[in-house]
């Protein structure tokens, strides 16, 4: 079998925002947030379920994940892989904007529910150790979270590295199964019997794809990699820029001393491979 990456776009929302299996994200969002007894979210409607037309047509546009679960409680998951700067301000303007959009009018503020923002990110933002940190509005004197409907989890990928051995809880095993689906070729004996990571698998085996869902799930590599490269080579560019600075302005400082010294211009010009031009202009400045 070949798993797709669950990091590329089409792939997460296949696999985490399909109403046919509904079953992964809740058990998903269960682990991540340590939801247990009567928090345990048992059912979920998405908001925005997984249409590979719909994903086209959105191009460059952040994927995400909405849904609501039985209390009517809000649920954002998105997963990022580039940070494109002020990744926690793009954070609290969408839960904001998802928590403001459930009314219409003022008189109905009473109706508005909690809303769960998570983010699944290939890149560090916070100081934190641990690959999942949890942000709530506390109180600043009592520690208590007297405003209880915003709360915001993070998922950094580059801080775990734990092998599935060592993953001895569900979220452990759904970052794992993030982070490493696309480098396997077998389900894990450790993820077999755990139905909603056998449906996960089979949901991201690429052999089971239409055509038309491949073309895409390819496009969107192609591209990922396209903005690596870019990225690479502007960094390279501007490390080879500088040094090409810093050799020029440690030869005109040689050149300077020269010049005090009483060198000629082409013996300075021999030393420095500055031009014989060059080293005029820096005698009239002497």
């Not at 950094?156 to 092998?163: G, V």
């Not at 070729?185 to 996960?200: G, H, V, W, Y």
């Amino acid at each position: 079998m070949k798993f797709a990456d669950p990091k590329n776009d089409v792939a997460f929302k296949k696999i985490f925002g399909d109403e046919k299996h509904k079953e992964v994200l809740i058990s998903f969002l269960n682990s991540v947030l340590d939801f247990k007894d009567e928090k345990i979210i048992v059912d979920v409607t998405l908001s925005n379920t997984y249409q590979l037309s719909q994903i086209e047509e959105l191009k460059d546009t952040i994927l995400d994940i909405k849904a609501k679960n039985q209390n009517n409680e809000e649920f954002i998951v998105e997963m990022q892989k580039k940070d494109i700067g002020d990744f926690a301000k793009r954070s609290l303007y969408y839960t904001s904007k998802a928590y403001v959009s459930q009314i219409d009018v003022a008189e109905k503020y009473l109706q508005l529910k909690k809303v769960y923002y998570i983010a699944i990110v290939d890149f560090e933002i916070f100081d934190n150790k641990s690959f999942i940190s949890r942000h709530l509005i506390i109180n600043q004197e009592t520690t208590k979270q007297d405003l209880k409907d915003f709360e915001f989890t993070f998922i950094e990928l580059p801080k775990f590295n734990l092998p599935l051995s060592k993953c001895d809880t569900i979220v452990k095993k759904w970052v794992y199964f993030i982070n490493n689906a696309s480098s396997l070729e077998l389900i894990p004996k450790e993820l077999e019997d755990i139905q909603e990571f056998q449906t996960a698998f089979q949901t991201a085996n690429t052999y089971t794809w239409d055509k038309k869902e491949l073309n895409y799930y390819d496009r969107v590599s192609l591209k990922k990699g396209d903005d690596k490269n870019a990225l690479i080579t502007a960094q390279k560019k501007g490390i080879e820029q500088g040094i090409e600075k810093g050799a020029k302005n440690k030869a005109i400082e040689i050149a300077r001393n020269s010049i005090s010294q009483g060198l000629d211009n082409k013996t300075i010009s021999l030393i420095t491979s500055l031009s014989i031009e060059q080293i005029k202009e820096l005698r009239l400045l002497q």
